[in-house]
């Protein structure tokens, strides 16, 4: 459950928000509602974001590394640039995010979506991606071999595609 002080704390701002990182190591955001926000920047590594609902809100050059977003929303989120590195986003909702240039790298993708998204240089050097859910992708995604590559960019304008590595 989301603690309502650390709530309070990002309500102030980003830069108010990073400033009190600093301080705190751990945090806990789960269940929040951020849609829409213009969190570009944040830092939300090694926290618990998980279920938390960042639909349309702007991450870009946002820092998650190590943050737990298992079951988050994500849909249509501006992650550009952003750091996921070793995040869990198992079972997230990725449709329709940018995740242009994004660091994926050792992230747990397992049973995520990611219908729509923009993935053009998008990093997943060790990505777990088991049974993830592609379809219509925009781009193509770096730093995988060629038999995965080609597992997640062949027909990505077809009507389903599953991640089937593991």
Not at 36 to 43: K, Y
Not at 135 to 143: A, C, F, N, V, Y
Request: charged residues 25%; contains cysteine; proline residues 1%.
């Amino acid at each position: 459950m989301c603690h309502q002080q650390h709530l309070d704390v990002l309500r102030r701002g980003v830069s108010y928000w990073n400033a009190w990182r600093t301080r705190r190591k751990r945090f806990d955001l789960s269940g929040a509602d951020l849609s829409g926000c213009d969190l570009r920047g944040i830092c939300f590594s090694d926290g618990n974001i998980e279920g938390v609902s960042l639909r349309d809100a702007n991450l870009e050059g946002a820092n998650l590394d190590r943050a737990n977003m298992f079951g988050a929303s994500l849909v249509e989120a501006d992650l550009m640039w952003g750091n996921l590195s070793g995040v869990v986003l198992e079972f997230a909702d990725l449709s329709g995010a940018d995740l242009q240039m994004a660091d994926l790298s050792d992230v747990c993708c397992d049973r995520a979506c990611f219908a729509g998204a923009g993935v053009n240089q998008m990093f997943v050097k060790g990505a777990s991606m088991c049974g993830a859910f592609f379809r219509d992708l925009k781009g193509h995604p770096t730093g995988v071999d060629e038999e995965q590559h080609s597992s997640i960019t062949a027909n990505c304008s077809a009507r389903r595609q599953v991640w089937t590595e593991c």
